[in-house]
DNA sequence: TTAAAAACATGATAATTGTCAGTTTTCCCT
DNA sequence: AGGGAAAACTGACAATTATCATGTTTTTAA
């Protein structure tokens, strides 16, 4: 099966609705396939020892969930939870494995996506280590505008609340909340409730560089 | 070319000697291969912006440096630089590449493997983001026993500069010097000039878990 | 619709970590 | 072996971030 092919038993598949809030699989649980986001964000997130979530990563259309633990055969490393209103589809574990086997090309483009999913990995290693907190939330405004877009009013497309923005860049909620405050008056940034929209997107940069 | 072909091949390569503090392949460099690390230890780091070096991982004897730049085709990420004499042999890309598309097997081997790293780097930014300095030096020191092993007198068998140790933990040098001085008085570990080793490993453990 | 729950917000304070400015020790090199 | 450089160390202080306590607003669900 090729990745065309793949994608076109996907495509037969009836999506399931995913609530937001809930969960997709969950941390130690056996995958017997993948998920396949059609529609939606999720977060994959990992709970630490000292009962914080992290969210490592978010996936969005055309990711798939579980890859990972599905090619090394082991448990689920990270939870998928669903960010807001998904529509997902099931891949039997078989049927991935089996195009492992037999298909070189999917193969490697599997290989190709998780290299590039291994570099990026480094990269955030990087910038949780070296950046401060106030510099990771400006990044991750940016990375959202980039990712996810904006909406006609220029908010950006996905709204995160307070808690999966520490969660994303690693700090308590309460950091989180008093930086975007103070970005807002700053001017930074705007905000409609809970949506936020880049109002200096120069002066978002420059935080980020640390300047 | 399977995993054990290529394994072969590699065998019948004279190795490099490479010293101390020599670079293998910097950040940003075009990789026209991967060596294969035969002795020794190299550091894969990453500077980042504010002018610190990271260092995302430490690869050893069996480990393929420059293996995920060449599956994408990309410039190195990372740079690896030896952190004591060691011994490598380069594999050319054209081989590399050649395996993949032609040989299933070696593809999917390739991939598990890379998978690993991916599960290993979530699982580091995770303990980055929510431990204390203080735990990740704890862990530092007890990753660095299990991986590499202590000499006849207990001491960890790969002894880091207190600069390295602090770039994998992703601190000041002069934060990580503290902490290990204050280990040292806590009685958790012994040092002998830079050489280190574990005193008390349960305490170590407490100390990671935050107790 | 309204009560309860969750999310947001802010202040006060403590803990952690970084920075700068030195001194001492160790390591190399010829 | 001796001189110079790098690494290790220490203190004082500043900056960042976490924690706790509490009040307000928004969301959710019966």
Redo the contacts with the bound molecule.
Sequence with gaps: MSKEELKRVSDTKTAKLVK??ETIFGEGEKLNGVYCVRDGVSKLSKLSP?G?DQIVKLATKGALLGQRSVITEEVANLSAIAVNDMQVCFVPKDAIIDSLNNNPNFAVEVLRHIAHDLKEADDVIVNM?Q??????IAEAFIYLEENFGTDRNGYLALT???????NVV????????????NF?KLGLIK?N??KVAIADRKALYDVVKGC
């Design positions: 937001k809030g000292n914080k280590s950046k401060t907190v106030r510099q990771r995160l609340s307070r808690e999966d923005i520490a690693g700090t308590a909620t309460e950091s989180a909340i008093r930086i975007i405050s807002k905000t409730g809970k």
